[in-house]
């Protein structure tokens, strides 16, 4: 069983039951934020890239639930040298089985910089496999066709995809991104947060291959697999 909460913007909490896993935990400043950093408590926290609408609360809620802080070799080392004391080092194209499960850094093409402007190496998308599930959340990123290689060797349960626009890609390249990978389930985010990313999630439902169900979250919403 895997627990799916949308916390807004990218930010995600996963529950199997025994453990708590946050990607992205960009509460503080997000505007459709459903939770504040000291509603939740997670043991491990995934980040995509260092931009600070997907880094976000981290290094605040590292250190207040004494939790691990996987990413990209850099972003790792920015939270350790920032007094997160425990953090995994991984890199694109690796993949490290944890306590909840198991975690693979997939290419996103993007950029990736700490809030301050320090460069944070790449940025990724994030394969989980966790209470029997398997998710791909896939960051910030523009549509590329190498995509279908993450649906080829694997069952995708539930796609998470940037739909936005302007940062990433709009709802048509979000829906071709869904057709590659071919998940049971996609979900569009990074859409509404702020103007410049304004779109109407209705329009990449409509786009998607009808073998796809398309979801629409709210903030707050959880979705139970
Ligand atoms: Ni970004
Ligand atoms: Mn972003």
Same mark, same amino acid.
């Given at each position: 069983?895997?627990?799916?909460?949308?916390?807004?913007?990218?930010?995600?909490?996963?529950?199997?039951?025994?453990?708590?896993?946050?990607?992205?935990?960009?509460?503080? !400043?997000?505007?459709?934020?459903?939770?504040?950093?000291? $509603?939740?408590?997670?043991?491990?926290?995934?980040?995509?890239?260092?931009?600070?609408?997907?880094?976000? $609360?981290?290094?605040?809620?590292?250190?207040?639930?004494?939790?691990?802080?996987?990413?990209?070799?850099?972003?790792?080392?920015?939270?350790?040298?920032?007094?997160? !004391?425990?953090?995994?080092?991984?890199?694109?194209?690796?993949?490290?089985?944890?306590?909840? !499960?198991?975690?693979?850094?997939?290419?996103? +093409?993007?950029?990736?910089?700490?809030?301050? /402007?320090?460069?944070?190496? $790449?940025?990724? /998308?994030?394969?989980?496999?966790?209470?029997?599930?398997?998710?791909?959340?896939?960051?910030?990123?523009?549509? +590329?066709?190498?995509?279908?290689?993450?649906?080829?060797?694997?069952?995708?349960?539930?796609?998470? &995809?940037?739909?936005?626009?302007? +940062?990433?890609?709009?709802? $048509?390249? @979000?829906?071709? @991104?869904?057709?590659?990978?071919?998940?049971?389930?996609?979900?569009?985010?990074?859409?509404?947060? +702020?103007? &410049?990313?304004?779109?109407?999630?209705?329009?990449?439902?409509?786009?998607?291959?009808?073998?796809?169900? /398309?979801?629409?979250?709210?903030? !707050?919403?959880?979705?139970?697999?």
């Amino acid at each position: 069983m895997l627990k799916i909460t949308y916390m807004g913007h990218s930010a995600v909490l996963l529950s199997d039951g025994t453990h708590e896993v946050a990607i992205d935990p960009f509460l503080t !400043g997000n505007p459709l934020a459903s939770a504040k950093p000291e $509603d939740i408590s997670p043991k491990f926290i995934v980040l995509s890239h260092g931009h600070g609408d997907h880094l976000g $609360d981290t290094i605040e809620l590292a250190k207040k639930n004494d939790a691990m802080v996987i990413a990209t070799y850099e972003l790792a080392n920015y939270c350790s040298n920032n007094g997160v !004391g425990k953090v995994h080092h991984m890199n694109t194209g690796g993949s490290f089985t944890f306590p909840f !499960g198991k975690v693979t850094l997939t290419v996103a +093409f993007h950029s990736s910089s700490t809030p301050d /402007g320090r460069y944070m190496g $790449d940025p990724n /998308g994030l394969i989980i496999e966790m209470g029997g599930k398997t998710l791909y959340h896939a960051g910030d990123t523009a549509l +590329f066709s190498d995509m279908k290689l993450i649906g080829e060797s694997r069952t995708i349960d539930v796609m998470l &995809v940037p739909a936005g626009d302007n +940062f990433t890609m709009g709802v $048509d390249e @979000a829906a071709k @991104a869904v057709a590659f990978v071919k998940p049971k389930m996609a979900v569009p985010i990074h859409y509404n947060t +702020f103007p &410049v990313i304004e779109i109407n999630p209705d329009d990449f439902l409509k786009k998607l291959p009808s073998d796809v169900e /398309g979801k629409i979250l709210k903030p !707050g919403d959880r979705l139970e697999l």
